[in-house]
């Protein structure tokens, strides 16, 4: 059974940076895309990043590019999403994200498995 557990949540004053990790179980990691979400009451689960399944194609939503960075370690089954500069609009809970082939996650659409989440919050 594939499993995807995020960590690295928390609180973080803005301008701050937090790295979220999420380790994926249950098939092998480097045959997938990977990708985070993010999502806040009321509102649509939205794509922040994706990455495929060896690193060489990274995309992101506007909101984010040159504040985030996506990443992976294959030999640690482990994406990682470096938020830096973080701002308010970047509280939400960040999901974990795999798709069903080896290119990038970009939207929900791609996904086959989901993390449960894990909560980033930037007070004003």
């Known amino acids: 059974q594939v499993q995807l557990v995020e960590s690295g949540g928390g609180l973080v004053q803005a301008g701050g940076s937090l790295r979220l990790s999420c380790a994926a179980s249950?098939?092998?990691?480097?045959?997938?895309?990977m990708g985070w979400f993010r999502q806040v009451s009321g509102k649509e689960r939205e794509f922040v990043a994706g990455?495929?399944?060896?690193?060489?194609?990274?995309y992101y939503t506007d909101s984010v590019k040159g504040r985030f960075t996506i990443s992976r370690a294959n030999t640690k089954n482990t994406v990682y999403l470096q938020m830096n500069n973080l701002k308010s609009e970047d509280t939400a809970v960040y999901y974990c994200?795999?798709?069903?082939?080896?290119?990038?996650?970009?939207?929900?659409?791609?996904?086959?498995?989901w993390g449960k989440g894990t909560l980033v919050t930037v007070p004003s």
């Open positions: 994200a795999q798709g069903r082939t080896g290119a990038a996650v970009r939207s929900r659409n791609d996904v086959d498995y």
């Open positions: 990455i495929s399944s060896w690193g060489h194609s990274t």
């Open positions: 249950g098939r092998t990691f480097s045959n997938y895309g």
